[in-house]
Protein backbone atom coordinates (compact mmCIF):
# COMPACT_ATOMS: atom_id res chain seq x y z
CA UNK A 1 0.00 0.00 0.00
CA UNK A 2 0.87 3.47 -0.39
CA UNK A 3 3.18 4.97 2.32
CA UNK A 4 3.88 8.26 3.64
CA UNK A 5 7.83 8.60 5.21
CA UNK A 6 7.95 11.36 7.73
CA UNK A 7 11.57 12.30 8.53
CA UNK A 8 12.89 12.98 11.57
CA UNK A 9 11.32 10.88 14.06
CA UNK A 10 12.74 12.84 16.99
CA UNK A 11 14.58 15.77 17.43
CA UNK A 12 15.68 17.82 20.24
CA UNK A 13 17.22 21.44 19.42
CA UNK A 14 18.03 24.61 21.80
CA UNK A 15 15.67 27.32 22.28
CA UNK A 16 15.81 29.41 18.83
CA UNK A 17 17.29 27.42 16.44
CA UNK A 18 15.02 26.08 13.34
CA UNK A 19 14.19 22.71 12.70
CA UNK A 20 12.85 21.19 9.08
CA UNK A 21 10.59 18.16 9.22
CA UNK A 22 10.61 16.35 5.60
CA UNK A 23 7.14 14.46 4.50
CA UNK A 24 7.37 12.31 1.68
CA UNK A 25 5.27 10.02 -0.35
CA UNK A 26 7.07 7.22 -1.38
CA UNK A 27 4.71 5.30 -4.10
CA UNK A 28 2.19 8.24 -5.12
CA UNK A 29 1.87 11.93 -5.89
CA UNK A 30 0.42 13.42 -2.90
CA UNK A 31 -1.51 16.50 -4.07
CA UNK A 32 -2.43 17.63 -0.99
CA UNK A 33 -0.71 17.41 2.42
CA UNK A 34 -1.97 18.08 5.84
CA UNK A 35 -0.02 18.73 8.99
CA UNK A 36 -0.98 18.21 12.20
CA UNK A 37 0.15 19.09 15.73
CA UNK A 38 -0.56 16.39 19.01
CA UNK A 39 -0.11 17.69 22.65
CA UNK A 40 -0.08 14.15 24.66
CA UNK A 41 -3.34 12.79 25.38
CA UNK A 42 -4.99 15.21 22.94
CA UNK A 43 -6.38 14.54 19.30
CA UNK A 44 -4.56 15.47 16.05
CA UNK A 45 -5.04 19.36 15.89
CA UNK A 46 -4.92 20.70 11.86
CA UNK A 47 -2.29 23.10 11.73
CA UNK A 48 -2.30 23.79 7.67
CA UNK A 49 -3.23 22.24 4.32
CA UNK A 50 -0.84 22.39 1.56
CA UNK A 51 -1.31 21.95 -2.45
CA UNK A 52 1.51 21.34 -4.48
CA UNK A 53 2.68 24.26 -6.22
CA UNK A 54 0.87 26.60 -4.22
CA UNK A 55 0.68 28.35 -0.88
CA UNK A 56 -0.81 26.47 2.22
CA UNK A 57 -3.81 27.12 4.15
CA UNK A 58 -3.30 27.88 8.15
CA UNK A 59 -5.51 27.13 10.23
CA UNK A 60 -6.50 30.15 13.04
CA UNK A 61 -4.50 30.28 15.23
CA UNK A 62 -1.33 28.93 13.49
CA UNK A 63 1.21 31.98 12.56
CA UNK A 64 2.62 30.89 9.35
CA UNK A 65 5.30 33.19 9.75
CA UNK A 66 6.31 30.37 12.64
CA UNK A 67 5.74 27.31 10.99
CA UNK A 68 7.03 27.72 6.95
CA UNK A 69 5.34 25.14 5.13
CA UNK A 70 6.74 24.31 1.33
CA UNK A 71 5.12 21.72 -0.97
CA UNK A 72 7.19 22.41 -3.97
CA UNK A 73 6.72 18.77 -5.42
CA UNK A 74 4.39 16.08 -5.77
CA UNK A 75 6.58 13.72 -3.56
CA UNK A 76 7.55 16.33 -0.97
CA UNK A 77 6.06 18.74 1.70
CA UNK A 78 8.39 20.37 4.58
CA UNK A 79 7.69 22.28 7.61
CA UNK A 80 10.09 24.27 9.34
CA UNK A 81 9.43 25.16 12.61
CA UNK A 82 11.47 28.53 13.05
CA UNK A 83 13.30 30.09 16.15
CA UNK A 84 11.58 27.12 18.43
CA UNK A 85 10.92 27.62 21.78
CA UNK A 86 9.78 25.15 24.25
CA UNK A 87 6.09 26.03 24.13
CA UNK A 88 6.73 24.23 20.40
CA UNK A 89 7.45 21.10 21.81
CA UNK A 90 5.13 18.63 20.17
CA UNK A 91 4.14 15.85 18.24
CA UNK A 92 4.40 16.72 14.69
CA UNK A 93 1.92 14.46 12.21
CA UNK A 94 1.78 14.79 8.20
CA UNK A 95 -0.67 13.69 6.05
CA UNK A 96 -0.79 13.14 2.38
CA UNK A 97 -3.67 12.11 -0.21
CA UNK A 98 -3.47 11.65 -3.86
CA UNK A 99 -2.85 9.18 -6.61
CA UNK A 100 -5.65 7.80 -8.50
CA UNK A 101 -8.85 5.11 -8.35
CA UNK A 102 -8.30 3.48 -4.35
CA UNK A 103 -5.13 5.76 -3.55
CA UNK A 104 -7.17 8.80 -4.13
CA UNK A 105 -9.85 7.73 -1.72
CA UNK A 106 -6.77 7.01 1.05
CA UNK A 107 -5.38 9.54 3.71
CA UNK A 108 -2.42 8.49 4.53
CA UNK A 109 -0.05 9.46 7.80
CA UNK A 110 3.20 9.81 8.12
CA UNK A 111 4.75 8.43 11.64
CA UNK A 112 5.56 12.01 13.16
CA UNK A 113 8.08 13.92 14.55
CA UNK A 114 8.45 14.42 18.16
CA UNK A 115 9.85 17.75 18.67
CA UNK A 116 11.50 18.53 22.09
CA UNK A 117 12.91 22.64 22.54
CA UNK A 118 14.98 22.90 25.46
CA UNK B 1 -15.18 21.67 13.77
CA UNK B 2 -14.99 17.66 13.42
CA UNK B 3 -18.27 16.40 11.71
CA UNK B 4 -18.30 13.01 14.14
CA UNK B 5 -18.68 12.46 17.87
CA UNK B 6 -17.66 9.53 19.34
CA UNK B 7 -17.44 7.86 23.08
CA UNK B 8 -14.08 9.35 24.77
CA UNK B 9 -13.34 5.62 26.27
CA UNK B 10 -14.41 2.48 25.68
CA UNK B 11 -13.37 -0.92 27.48
CA UNK B 12 -13.14 -4.89 25.60
CA UNK B 13 -12.06 -8.19 27.07
CA UNK B 14 -9.63 -9.83 25.41
CA UNK B 15 -10.76 -12.17 22.39
CA UNK B 16 -14.49 -10.34 22.59
CA UNK B 17 -15.57 -8.54 20.16
CA UNK B 18 -15.50 -4.18 19.73
CA UNK B 19 -18.12 -2.23 19.15
CA UNK B 20 -17.07 1.58 18.94
CA UNK B 21 -19.56 3.86 17.78
CA UNK B 22 -19.43 7.10 15.75
CA UNK B 23 -22.26 9.56 15.01
CA UNK B 24 -21.71 11.47 11.77
CA UNK B 25 -25.41 13.00 11.48
CA UNK B 26 -24.19 16.17 9.07
CA UNK B 27 -22.48 14.22 6.75
CA UNK B 28 -23.27 14.88 3.13
CA UNK B 29 -23.90 12.63 -0.39
CA UNK B 30 -20.36 12.82 -1.02
CA UNK B 31 -18.19 12.25 1.80
CA UNK B 32 -16.81 8.80 3.40
CA UNK B 33 -16.59 7.46 6.64
CA UNK B 34 -13.03 6.44 7.60
CA UNK B 35 -11.81 4.90 10.71
CA UNK B 36 -7.76 5.24 11.91
CA UNK B 37 -6.06 4.19 14.90
CA UNK B 38 -3.55 5.80 16.82
CA UNK B 39 -1.23 4.15 19.00
CA UNK B 40 0.48 5.83 20.75
CA UNK B 41 3.79 8.45 19.67
CA UNK B 42 2.75 6.98 16.40
CA UNK B 43 1.22 8.35 13.14
CA UNK B 44 -2.69 6.89 12.51
CA UNK B 45 -2.96 3.64 11.20
CA UNK B 46 -5.67 3.53 8.14
CA UNK B 47 -8.54 0.51 9.10
CA UNK B 48 -11.22 0.99 6.93
CA UNK B 49 -13.41 2.99 4.79
CA UNK B 50 -16.89 3.11 3.12
CA UNK B 51 -19.75 5.21 1.53
CA UNK B 52 -22.98 3.69 2.51
CA UNK B 53 -22.73 -0.06 2.19
CA UNK B 54 -20.78 -2.17 4.86
CA UNK B 55 -17.53 -3.16 4.78
CA UNK B 56 -15.03 -5.92 6.29
CA UNK B 57 -11.30 -6.12 5.69
CA UNK B 58 -8.64 -8.16 7.34
CA UNK B 59 -8.68 -5.81 10.27
CA UNK B 60 -12.31 -4.92 10.93
CA UNK B 61 -16.31 -4.61 9.63
CA UNK B 62 -18.12 -1.49 9.35
CA UNK B 63 -21.42 -0.67 9.63
CA UNK B 64 -23.04 2.24 8.44
CA UNK B 65 -26.73 2.55 9.04
CA UNK B 66 -29.32 3.48 6.09
CA UNK B 67 -29.22 6.96 6.77
CA UNK B 68 -25.81 7.07 7.04
CA UNK B 69 -25.88 9.09 10.09
CA UNK B 70 -23.69 6.95 12.19
CA UNK B 71 -21.56 3.56 11.68
CA UNK B 72 -20.05 1.62 14.10
CA UNK B 73 -16.33 -0.27 13.87
CA UNK B 74 -16.47 -3.74 14.70
CA UNK B 75 -13.20 -5.62 15.87
CA UNK B 76 -14.33 -9.71 16.21
CA UNK B 77 -11.79 -10.29 18.25
CA UNK B 78 -10.19 -8.43 20.28
CA UNK B 79 -6.47 -8.59 21.33
CA UNK B 80 -4.29 -6.67 23.77
CA UNK B 81 -2.71 -4.97 20.73
CA UNK B 82 -5.83 -3.22 19.47
CA UNK B 83 -5.05 -1.25 22.77
CA UNK B 84 -5.20 2.32 20.80
CA UNK B 85 -7.23 5.45 20.19
CA UNK B 86 -9.86 5.18 17.18
CA UNK B 87 -10.92 7.83 14.99
CA UNK B 88 -14.18 8.69 13.03
CA UNK B 89 -13.82 10.82 10.35
CA UNK B 90 -15.64 11.90 7.18
CA UNK B 91 -13.46 12.58 4.52
CA UNK B 92 -15.11 14.15 0.78
CA UNK B 93 -14.55 11.79 -2.00
CA UNK B 94 -11.80 13.56 -4.73
CA UNK B 95 -12.12 17.04 -2.42
CA UNK B 96 -9.12 18.66 -0.57
CA UNK B 97 -11.23 19.87 2.53
CA UNK B 98 -8.80 20.61 5.34
CA UNK B 99 -10.01 17.09 7.54
CA UNK B 100 -10.63 17.76 11.03
CA UNK B 101 -10.28 15.29 13.37
CA UNK B 102 -12.62 14.99 16.66
CA UNK B 103 -11.75 13.22 20.06
CA UNK B 104 -11.81 9.76 18.89
CA UNK B 105 -12.38 6.91 21.11
CA UNK B 106 -9.89 5.49 23.65
CA UNK B 107 -10.02 1.65 23.42
CA UNK B 108 -8.40 -0.34 26.59
CA UNK B 109 -8.50 -4.23 25.95
CA UNK B 110 -7.89 -6.34 28.77
CA UNK B 111 -6.27 -9.69 29.64
Known amino acids: GAVVSQHPSRVICKSGTSVKIECRSLDFQATTMFWYRQFPKQSLMLMAT?????????EQGVEKDKFLINHASLTLSTLTVTSAHPEDSSFYIC??????????????FGSGTQLSVL | DAKTTQPPSMDCAEGRAANLPCNHS???????VYWYRQIHSQGPQYIIH???NNETNEMASLIITEDRKSSTLILPHATLRDTAVYYCIVIPRYNTDKLIFGTGTRLQVFP
Open chain 1, 50 to 58: SNEGSKATY
Open chain 2, 26 to 32: TISGNEY
Open chain 2, 50 to 52: GLK
Open chain 1, 95 to 108: SARGGTGATNEKLF
